[in-house]
C-alpha cells in the first residue's frame, strides 16, 4: 500500500486499485475508488461548488506489533506502521496502517468504519472469511466491475432517508432495499443516521443497500467506480443543510403550487375541465391549479393537445386563469412508432436503447412505444422544444412528468442502452435528467418560477424543481400509512417537495362507505403535506363507455368523478373545511416552503428534526411536523374517535381542535371524530399559528 498526498485529497494506491480520500465542503469527505488507469470523472448527485476548507493532515507511527510477539524476546516480528489522519471541521477521515478508513466525529465518537474480515497488508494473520471492504471486481469480458463496499453495523443506529419504498419501516436499519426506480419506489440514496452523519451513495447504478444488523452492505453488479460523500452534524437540520449544499437545494416553490390541485385519472375534453373548474368557482372553493392528465395528445411522442378533444386550449387556458387557476399538462416520455417525431427521434440517437432483442426499449400499453433517452442532452432539448411549441404558448408553463423512472417492465437494466452509460450503470439517473430537460427549458424560456410534478427522483433532483408523488398507489389503509414513511424518507433523502394521490390511486369506489372513510382521513392529510392534491382512478375508471377508437387510434374515455362533491354531502361538509384551513395556512406554508430553499430542510419532518434532544422523538414514526410548528398525526385506521399522539418534550402544545393545552414529553389520546377532526393536530404553543 502506497499512500501520498496531492494537495489536500489522500490517494491510496494498492496494486491497481486507487482509493481518493477528499474534503468536500465544510465538514465533510467525497471518497472514491476505481481499478482503471484513471478516474471516472462523473460527479453525478455531487454537482455543486464546494468552498474549500482547512484541512489538518497527521502521518502518525503506530505500533502494529500483535500483542503476542510485544517485547524484546521477538524482535523480528515488531512493525511500525503508520495511521494517516484528515480532519475537516467535524469529521475526521481515519486510514490505519492495514489500510482501513473509518470516520469520526469532532469528540472522537466513531461516526463510520468499514468492515475488514481479511488478510492484512503485512501479510501476519490469514482470517479466513477473506471478506474486504470494497471490491472491485471485474466483469469478465466487458470493461466494467461489479462493486461491494461494507461498513460495520452499530448496535442502535437509526437510518432515515433513501428515497421512497411501499413499505412499513421509515427506520431504514435492518431492512434490503432495491438500488432502483418501479412505479411508486424512487431510489434517492442518502440517509441521515442517529450517530451523527449523513452519506450519499453517489452511484446511479442498480443494486441494492443492504443494512443488515452485522454490516451495510453496498453492491452493484456493473459499474466504473466507487464513489460516496458523507458529512457530519451535530442535528439532523446541520446535516441536510450540507448534503443540499453539495447537491442542489430545491428553488421557491411557486405561489400557485401552496393551495389546492385538482385532478382525477383524465378529463376527456376541455369542456369538462372547464366545467369542473367552473363548479369549484360557483360553491366558492379554493382551487389554484387543475391538471390535463395522460392521453389528452394525438399520439404518444407527439406532446400536444388532440384537437378532436380540445379545439381550443387558448380559450381554455385563458379562462382557467381568469378564474386565478393555473394549468397543469401530462407528458409522457413514450415516443410511438407511428407518431410523426418517432423517425427524427430514432436517427438522431434520442431514443433508449437495448442491447439484446429490438433496438429500441418500450410498452406495448396504447399503442408500440419507445422511451426518449433523457441523459442525451439533444434528446432533453429537443422534447422540451416540442412542449414550448405545443403548450406555452396557451399560457401552460407546468408540467406533469410522468412514468419518469422509466416504467420499462420487465426491468431488464441489464438489456438498457443509454447515451450516458449501460442501463445497469446510469438508470437511475433518468428522472432527474428527465426534470433536466424542464428546468433548464423553462428558465431559458424566461420563467422566474419552476414546478415539474414527476414520478420518480434520484439524489439532486430536487435542484430542478421537481415535485415527486409517490406514483400508483392502492386504494387503502396500509398504503395511506405507508405514505406517511414514504414522504418523510423522501424529505430525509433530501427531496423536500413530496406528495401522493390522496385516497390512493388504484381502486376506490366512491359510492362505498369504508373507501369514504379512508377518503376523509387521508385528504384531511393531504392538508398537511406539501402539495394538497387530490387525484385517483376511482372504480370502475371508465364511466359507461369502453375504451374506442377514433381513426384508427385508441382513445380512453373520462375517469370516474373524483371532486369534491363526488362522495355525497356528509364526505363534502367533511372535507371542504380543510380547503379553508389550508388557504388560512397560506403565509405559513409559503414561510416553510422558503425553508426549504433556503436550508434544504424537509417541508414534512419527523419529529426528531425539530426535537433531537427528545429521545422518544427518534422513536415515533406515526406522526410528524408540518414545518417548525405544526404536529400533525394522520389517523391510519378505520373506526375511530380518538388516536394516540406523542407530544415531544421542550414545549407546551395546544390542541387545534379543542382548545387543551398539553405540556411535551407525554402520550395523549387527541380528539379524532372524523365529522369535526378527520386529523388531529396539535400547535407549538407561543408560535401564533392557527388552524381549527
Not at 369542473?276 to 390535463?292: F, N, S, T, Y
Not at 372504480?539 to 382513445?555: A, M, S, T
Request: include cysteine; hydrophobic fraction near 35%; proline fraction near 6%.
Amino acid at each position: 500500500m502506497d499512500v501520498r498526498f496531492e494537495g489536500k485529497r489522500m490517494v491510496v494506491q494498492n496494486g491497481i486499485d486507487q482509493l481518493w480520500v477528499e474534503p468536500w465542503g465544510p465538514d465533510a469527505f467525497r471518497v472514491r475508488m476505481t481499478a482503471e488507469a484513471e478516474m471516472d470523472k462523473n460527479d453525478w448527485a455531487l454537482s455543486e461548488p464546494v468552498p474549500e476548507t482547512d484541512v489538518e493532515i497527521k502521518d502518525t507511527e503506530v505500533d502494529t506489533t500483535d500483542p503476542w510477539y510485544r517485547g524484546d524476546e521477538h524482535p523480528e516480528y515488531h512493525f511500525i506502521g503508520h495511521e494517516y489522519t484528515m480532519t475537516n471541521g467535524k469529521i475526521t477521515a481515519v486510514l490505519n496502517p492495514e489500510g482501513w478508513l473509518s470516520f469520526r466525529n469532532q469528540k472522537g465518537e466513531a461516526l463510520l468504519t468499514e468492515f475488514w474480515r481479511n488478510r492484512d497488508r503485512m501479510n501476519r494473520y490469514c482470517v479466513p472469511l477473506a471478506v474486504s471492504a470494497r471490491v472491485l471486481k471485474p466483469v469478465p469480458s466487458t470493461s466494467d466491475y461489479e462493486l461491494y463496499a461494507r461498513f460495520e453495523a452499530v448496535d442502535g443506529e437509526k437510518i432515515f432517508g433513501m428515497g421512497q419504498y411501499q413499505m412499513a419501516q421509515f427506520d431504514k436499519k435492518g431492512t434490503i432495499l432495491e438500488l432502483e426506480h418501479k412505479n411508486s419506489q424512487a431510489s434517492v440514496p442518502f440517509y441521515v443516521s442517529s450517530l451523527g452523519y449523513g452519506f450519499l451513495w453517489n452511484n446511479p447504478g442498480v443494486g441494492t443497500a443492504t443494512f443488515g444488523m452485522n454490516k451495510t452492505e453496498w453492491h452493484l453488479p456493473s459499474t466504473k467506480k466507487m464513489d460516496y460523500y458523507i458529512t457530519a452534524g451535530d442535528t439532523p437540520a446541520e446535516i441536510e443543510f450540507k448534503y443540499s449544499a453539495v447537491t442542489g437545494r430545491t428553488p421557491m416553490m411557486p405561489e400557485y403550487g401552496l393551495g389546492f390541485w385538482q385532478c382525477k385519472l383524465r378529463y376527456r375534453n376541455q369542456q369538462e375541465v372547464l366545467e369542473v373548474a367552473r363548479e369549484h368557482k360557483r360553491r366558492g372553493l379554493p382551487l389554484d391549479v387543475i391538471v390535463v392528465d395522460f392521453f389528452h395528445w394525438t399520439l404518444q411522442g407527439e406532446w400536444k393537445f388532440d384537437p378532436e378533444c380540445f379545439p381550443d386550449p387558448a380559450a381554455m387556458v385563458k379562462e382557467l386563469k381568469d378564474m386565478g387557476i393555473e394549468t397543469v399538462v401530462s407528458v409522457w416520455p413514450t415516443v410511438d412508432e407511428r407518431s410523426c417525431n418517432y423517425n427524427y427521434m430514432k436517427d438522431h440517437g434520442y431514443l433508449m436503447r437495448s442491447d439484446r432483442g429490438t433496438p429500441y426499449t418500450g410498452t406495448n400499453w396504447m399503442g408500440a412505444v419507445v422511451y426518449f433517452d433523457a441523459t442525451h442532452p439533444g434528446a432533453r432539448k429537443f422534447i422540451f422544444d416540442e412542449c414550448k411549441k405545443n403548450y406555452m404558448p396557451y399560457g401552460i408553463h407546468m408540467f406533469w412528468l410522468d412514468e419518469a423512472e422509466p416504467e420499462v417492465v420487465p426491468y431488464e437494466y441489464d438489456s438498457f442502452r443509454y447515451y450516458a452509460g449501460p442501463g445497469l450503470q446510469v438508470t437511475n439517473i433518468y428522472p432527474k435528467e428527465y426534470a433536466h430537460a424542464f428546468y433548464d427549458g423553462l428558465k431559458e424560456s424566461g420563467e422566474k418560477e419552476v414546478l415539474s410534478l414527476i414520478r420518480s427522483a434520484w439524489a439532486g433532483s430536487q435542484k430542478y424543481a421537481t415535485l415527486t408523488w409517490s406514483g400508483d398507489i392502492l386504494s387503502s389503509w396500509r398504503t395511506m400509512k405507508e405514505q406517511l414513511q414514504a414522504g418523510l424518507s423522501m424529505g430525509m433523502a433530501g427531496i423536500p417537495w413530496w406528495t401522493c394521490d390522496l385516497g390512493g390511486f388504484l381502486g376506490g369506489d366512491p359510492t362505498d362507505e369504508g373507501f369514504r372513510e379512508l377518503l376523509a382521513r387521508w385528504f384531511a392529510w393531504g392538508c398537511f403535506l406539501p402539495v394538497f392534491r387530490m387525484h385517483g382512478e376511482r372504480v370502475p375508471w371508465y364511466k359507461v363507455e369502453p375504451v374506442f377508437k377514433e381513426n384508427g387510434r385508441q382513445v380512453l374515455s373520462s375517469g370516474q368523478p373524483n371532486e369534491m362533491w363526488s362522495f355525497g354531502d356528509r364526505m363534502y361538509d367533511i372535507m371542504t373545511p380543510y380547503l379553508f384551513i389550508r388557504e388560512n395556512l397560506r403565509d405559513y406554508v409559503r414561510d416553510t416552503m422558503r425553508e426549504a430553499s433556503e436550508n434544504g430542510s424537509p417541508v414534512i419532518r419527523p419529529l426528531f428534526y425539530a426535537f433531537p434532544d427528545d429521545q422518544k422523538a427518534w422513536e415515533v414514526y406515526d406522526a410528524h411536523m408540518f414545518g417548525n410548528d405544526i404536529l400533525v398525526a394522520p389517523v391510519t385506521e378505520p373506526g375511530v374517535s380518538t388516536w394516540p399522539v406523542y407530544l415531544p418534550a421542550g414545549t407546551n402544545w395546544i390542541e387545534s381542535a379543542t382548545g387543551k393545552v398539553y405540556e411535551g414529553g407525554q402520550t395523549v389520546e387527541a380528539f379524532a371524530k372524523i365529522e369535526t377532526c378527520a386529523i388531529p393536530v396539535f400547535i407549538r404553543e407561543g408560535s401564533g399559528v392557527k388552524v381549527y
